[in-house]
């Protein structure tokens, strides 16, 4: 064969072998097609398979915004800065340098100045102070904190398009720490709108806007960290916890969710925290609006009776599964819960279907209601569930208020009236004194083997037999720092001395 002969049958041979591939890569693509089209019609037919889910970006899983710009811009014209003015008198520095002490007020003793300088003329000084607010309706009221505004002689208001009012104090509640004040505005104002803080959810993204430090109108974002704290601000604590930067000056300014409407009052921070902001749920100042607004003050739901949280000793004496509800150490005579059968022992678990958890929750439940307002309280009684229908009457600011009837602590000692409940378990009479149901760790009680169920007989020889008396005479004691107790303990009696150093 010619040269040129095996050149075109080589060059026909790689014709083929090339068609050959082509082929084969054209017959598998149309196999894994074919496959693939199957595999995806058997699977919409129902049959089962593993799921995959689907990939999610860290945004989506956060519900993070992408900007808080437009919420902002929205809101911030609702938005007040406050600044007051406070007067107080003093001699213009005049004074001790010392100061006052325990030990004479320095080597020439606490009356050295004002021998020499007390006829100095008092004179009049300012104080300034700065918070926020926020409009709550077109013709100019505003809540802000009361501690923003208390005792201030001039309260002026800032708007957002530097417009400035002199607004009225219209009413204020130290115990909430809300205030509604009130200025005049040359046209409409713009509102905020209100949610429904029940509702918020710990997680939820939260906007903080208001006057840090004076600098106006500052936006500061972050989540709701915790619900229901109770940080020792007053009876009424049920504060939402914020991460969102809140700083001296933002008090009283709003936090906002996600939809641009108020949840919360700023209020509070931690100031050794970083991160750590508290609010008043926005429900609590709904609830007193009526009454700042007409009245200048706030009136409160009563019951007439004295609750206390329940230990885990006196759960085992109550056969109570757990510690949950309020227990009723005292039920004040003609007061509605008397009237209603309510008796001492009874532990209240639920108030118009809402469960009671402790005493905390009683007392915001009961402070919301309304005087007159019928409600139905469940209880325990010896075990068990009964219900009984209260009308509510309007709570007085007086010695027998829970705060001062129930859970005082005195040389490190919790004590309650002996209840019925307790003395039939214990074997001994009701008016036998009083049963200690806490000992502060660290205290002086403690120190001298004071223990929970003890029982206090007398105080400082004065027979005990309800907590009026013992109320009276630890007071005394305390005022002297020293107590000596008659205390009973099972079928042991004997005394304990208690000094405070």
């Avoid at 790689?14 to 089209?37: D, H, Q």
């Avoid at 077109?138 to 809540?143: L, P, S």
């Avoid at 915790?226 to 001296?248: H, M």
């Avoid at 009723?328 to 279907?353: C, M, Q, R, W, Y």
Wanted: hydrophobic fraction near 40%.
């Amino acid at each position: 064969m010619s040269l040129r002969g095996m050149d075109i049958n080589m060059k026909t041979q790689n014709r083929k072998t090339f068609f050959m591939f082509l082929l084969a890569f054209l017959v598998a693509f149309f196999i894994v097609s074919v496959v693939e089209v199957l595999r995806s019609s058997f699977s919409s037919s129902g049959a089962p398979e593993i799921q995959t889910a689907a990939a999610v970006s860290p945004a989506d899983m956060l519900k993070a915004p992408t900007s808080f710009a437009d919420l902002a811009e929205r809101v911030k014209p609702a938005v007040v800065n406050i600044s007051t003015t406070k007067t107080y008198k003093g001699r213009g520095g005049f004074g001790s340098p010392f100061g006052r002490s325990p030990f004479g007020g320095g080597p020439f003793g606490d009356d050295f100045f004002d021998r020499f300088f007390g006829d100095i003329p008092q004179r009049d000084f300012k104080q300034r102070s700065l918070g926020s607010g926020f409009i709550i309706s077109n013709d100019g009221y505003i809540f802000t904190n009361n501690h923003v505004i208390e005792k201030a002689d001039k309260v002026l208001v800032k708007l957002s398009d530097s417009k400035e009012y002199e607004a009225k104090i219209i009413g204020t509640d130290s115990k909430t720490d809300i205030a509604l004040i009130k200025i005049k505005p040359d046209n409409s104002l713009p509102v905020v709108e209100i949610a429904d803080s029940d509702k918020v959810r710990v997680g939820e993204w939260v906007v903080a806007i208001g006057n840090p430090f004076g600098l106006e109108q500052t936006v500061t974002a972050g989540i709701v960290s915790a619900k229901g704290r109770v940080i020792g601000a007053g009876p009424y604590d049920n504060f939402i916890q914020t991460d969102a930067s809140i700083n001296p000056g933002n008090s009283g300014g709003p936090l906002f969710n996600m939809d641009g409407r108020v949840i919360g009052i700023n209020t509070a921070i931690v100031a050794q925290g970083q991160g750590i902001g508290f609010a008043i749920p926005i429900n609590m100042a709904k609830n007193i609006l009526s009454d700042l607004k007409t009245k200048g003050q706030v009136t409160r739901g009563w019951l007439g009776i004295s609750v206390q949280d329940i230990s885990d000793d006196i759960a085992k004496n109550l056969k109570q599964k757990d510690r949950t509800g309020a227990l009723i150490s005292d039920v004040f005579k003609g007061d509605p819960a008397d009237l209603a059968g309510i008796k001492v022992g009874d532990v209240v678990t639920e108030i118009n279907g809402k469960p009671v958890k402790n005493t905390h929750d009683l007392l915001i439940t009961i402070a919301s209601m309304h005087v007159g307002e019928k409600i139905t309280l469940k209880i325990m009684r010896d075990g068990k569930p009964m219900s009984f229908t209260v009308t509510v009457a309007e709570r007085k600011d007086k010695p027998e208020m829970i705060a001062d009837r129930g859970g005082k602590e005195f040389f490190g000692i919790t004590a309650q009236e002996i209840t019925p409940e307790i003395a039939r378990q214990l074997g001994i009479a009701r008016d036998a004194g009083v049963i200690i149901t806490d000992v502060a760790e660290g205290s002086a009680a403690e120190d001298v083997g004071i223990q929970p169920q003890d029982i206090i007989l007398q105080i400082n020889k004065v027979k005990i037999v309800s907590m009026k008396t013992y109320l009276q005479a630890m007071t005394k004691a305390k005022a002297e720092k020293s107590v000596l107790l008659l205390v009973k303990r099972g079928k042991a009696t004997f005394f304990v001395a208690i000094r405070l150093d």
